[in-house]
């Protein structure tokens, strides 16, 4: 079998806040468990940047030496194809879903370090019909094998079944929460929903906090200038 690889350009500008933030949610798995290692991104709306912390956070688990796959079912709003400007054709989840391709031929290297992934493949029009099937199972369980983390990202849990379809099959889950966007009832709901799934929430990410009018920040800007003494 000859290995399928693509070319992925990461648009993330430095971030020194956000990339600490992720650090310290890479530390936090870590310490999570052996057993953790299915772990689902989730959110309430779309656009709360699940995306963007799953494959932050693949890239920080690949530095360390661990083997990661991303695995996109977000089937209804794939982003990383167009958002790391991958050229090349590829095939993808909802294909291997709906029996048009074989799971080995769905799995990409990349140029990152120790990360693969596996895009969404094209919409389809009954994501959470496809993600219920056996053959997601099936998927999940032959990359347990494989990597040391699979990190799923999924859609909002907020009105669809997806992301709960898929945290059933997972070890773990992340919710990704913007900040001043989501209420604590709403916020509240989704982790139950997640809980009724039978899976363990690892932890919650909050999200595009306004540095300059947070108090946060000045909690930051303290410590930082405090290191510099
Ligand atoms: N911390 C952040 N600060 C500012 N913009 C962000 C942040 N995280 C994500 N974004 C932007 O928000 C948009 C949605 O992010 P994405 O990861 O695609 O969300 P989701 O997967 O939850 O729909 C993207 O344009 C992304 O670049
Ligand atoms: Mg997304």
Redesign the pocket.
């Known amino acids: 079998m000859t290995e399928r690889r693509v070319l992925m350009t990461d648009p993330r500008q430095n971030d020194y806040f956000y990339e600490e933030a992720i650090k310290t949610l890479r530390t936090n798995i870590q310490f999570s468990g052996t057993g953790i290692r299915l772990i689902v991104v989730t959110s309430c709306y ?2 709360e ?4 912390v ?1 494959f932050q956070l693949a890239l920080e688990i690949g530095k360390m030496g661990k083997k990661v796959l991303v695995l ?1 079912a ?1 089937i209804r ?3 990383y194809v167009s958002r790391f400007q991958v050229k090349q054709k590829t095939e993808g989840l909802s294909q291997y879903l709906s029996g048009q391709s074989k799971a080995q031929d769905i799995v990409y290297s990349t140029n990152f370090h120790n990360v693969d992934i596996i895009f969404a493949g094209p919409a389809a029009p009954n994501p959470s019909e496809l993600l219920a099937q056996e053959s997601f199972g099936a998927l999940l369980h032959a990359m347990r094998g494989k990597y040391d983390y699979v990190l799923v ?3 909002p849990i907020g009105n669809l079944i997806d992301a709960a379809v898929a945290a059933r099959q997972c070890d773990g889950a992340i919710m990704v929460i913007e900040s001043d966007l989501v209420s604590r009832k709403v916020a509240v709901k989704a982790k139950q929903q997640l809980e009724m799934s039978g899976c363990h929430i690892l932890g919650a990410v909050l999200n595009k906090v306004d540095m300059k009018n947070n108090k946060y920040y000045s909690k930051y800007s303290y410590y930082y200038s405090d290191e510099k003494k």
Request: charged share 40%; with cysteine; proline share 13%.
């Open positions: 779309p656009n940047g699940k995306s963007d799953t996109d977000d709003k794939s982003c990202d999924t859609p």
